[in-house]
């Protein structure tokens, strides 16, 4: 005759059940536990469907230009022009991942059938210069810390204003790398005019995937941003449709 104490030593091998509804059912029978497992396969497959459309890392920058010649081009980093008055950029260069930069020209092709256009007024910055940017400024405010690098040194981020069919600024809420609360895309104290043209912009930007940030109206991150790679080759070294490839 066995005794209760080898009983109960062999219980604990059998399957673990749950006191559910129907009686004493193994742990997966239960109806919790049954959903915690759909939510789990859900989630799963959400995330292998996420990686199969993933950006491609490798993916090269291409000029913007080359893509769309109606798409204006105001790099202020290469100008004086700017919130930190200097210079950063040699080159006045408008690069972007390449599907990025085809995505904004769908956001021009959109604009233009409105009777608008885009002005870009930032894109690819390579980390160099976000560590000048924080030498000069080092306040996470208003720049991205390095080490933790900008959107814009991934190549997937673009700062964007309006024009209208002829390439001349509209009225919009603030001016470039306005740090006050008006720069929100969602400040309501501005005038009509420039609350109508932030609205057409932002469903321009919106339509073709971009997605906005709560505290400049002017900047715009492509869909999965983070899987690029920060970059830090100099704009005037980036070959473009010749062959250039990135060096991770
Ligand atoms: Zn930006």
Redesign the pocket.
Known sequence: MKSKFSRRKFSTTKTKTYPGPFGEQPIFHSLPSRLILIVFCLLLFLNISEIAIAAQPDEPLVEVSGLDSTIIIDMRYASEDNFVKVQLYPVARCLLRKSVAERLVRVQKRLQALGYGVKV??AYRPLSVQKKMWEILPDPRYVAPPERG???NRGA???VTLVDSLGHDVEMPTEFDDFSRKAAPTYPHVSETAKKNRQILIDAMEAEGFKG?SS?W???DAPRYRQYPILDEPLDRVETDSGYKIKN
Do not use: L, N, P
């Open positions: 007024w930032d900008s959107r814009h981020a673009v700062d940030i400049e002017w900047h715009y």
